[in-house]
């Protein structure tokens, strides 16, 4: 059974940089691209990255590209999400999510719960 | 960028009946590569539908999905109690991985 948990939430201040994490398991991780989607309270989803299953390919949204940088840790069946320069528009529930294809960069499949970023002074 | 709108932005009706959501892209979608999510209040999305019409792992056959190009939907032949909840469309056809802005089915 897939399970991913995200965590590195919290309120910070415009400016500052906050890293979340994504712990996967119950699945191989290493042969799947993952994903990061940001909903912003009372929105909708917003696709934010990807990293390739070896985390030779990265993509991001406009919107966060230069700020944020996507990594994994395949031996820790980890992924995560460093946020600098944070705005107050990047306040979100983030979630991480599983590629719905090994070895490729397609839409996500399983998600995580979430987990909260509040960007506010 | 593609740019994903769907319509209605509300839908109203009753259980048993059905539904009919739509998403429309600026520009033709490649290999119909577009997936179809449910989400609940307070809930992760849920991965319904992905190359537009093949239903993802446990997913009920009321949904199905269909389209190409630029014109896809998503039915609910006949909507559940459960099914009422917000669905988004996305694209993976082309970096970013746009989504569109959602459909909310709610009970009439």
């Given amino acids: ?9 919290g309120v910070v201040q415009p400016g500052r940089s906050l890293r979340l994490s994504c712990a996967a398991s119950g699945f191989s991780f290493t042969i799947y691209a993952l994903h990061w ?8 989803l917003e696709w934010v ?15 966060v ?5 996507i990594s994994r840790d395949n031996s820790k069946n980890t992924v995560f999400l460093q946020m600098n320069s944070l705005k107050n528009e990047d306040t979100a529930v983030y ?5 719905g294809w090994s070895f490729r960069q397609t839409f996500p499949e399983y998600w995580g719960q979430g987990t909260l970023v509040t960007v506010s002074s | 960028d593609i740019v994903l709108t769907q319509s209605p932005g509300i839908l109203s009706l009753s259980p048993g009946e059905k539904a009919t959501l739509s998403c429309r892209a600026s520009q033709t979608v490649r290999d119909g590569s577009l997936a179809w999510y449910q989400q609940k209040p307070a809930q992760a999305p849920r ?11 446990g997913i009920p056959d009321r949904f199905s999905g269909s389209g190409s190009g630029t014109d896809f939907t998503l039915t609910l032949s006949r909507v559940e ?16 991985y746009t989504f569109g802005q959602g459909t909310k ?4």
């Fill in chain 2, 47 to 57: 991965l319904l539908i992905f190359g537009a019409s093949n239903r993802a792992t």
């Fill in chain 1, 65 to 69: 590209k230069g700020r944020f940088t």
């Fill in chain 1, 49 to 63: 990255a990807v990293i390739s299953h070896d985390g030779t390919i990265t993509d991001y949204a406009d919107s």
């Fill in chain 2, 105 to 108: 089915l709610e009970i009439k």
């Fill in chain 1, 1 to 9: 059974q897939v399970h991913l948990v995200e965590s590195g939430g």
């Fill in chain 2, 81 to 96: 109690p459960e099914d009422f909840a917000v669905y988004y469309c996305q694209q993976y056809a082309a970096s970013p």
């Fill in chain 1, 95 to 99: 979630f991480c999510a599983t590629d």
């Fill in chain 1, 37 to 44: 989607v940001r909903q912003a309270p009372g929105k909708g």
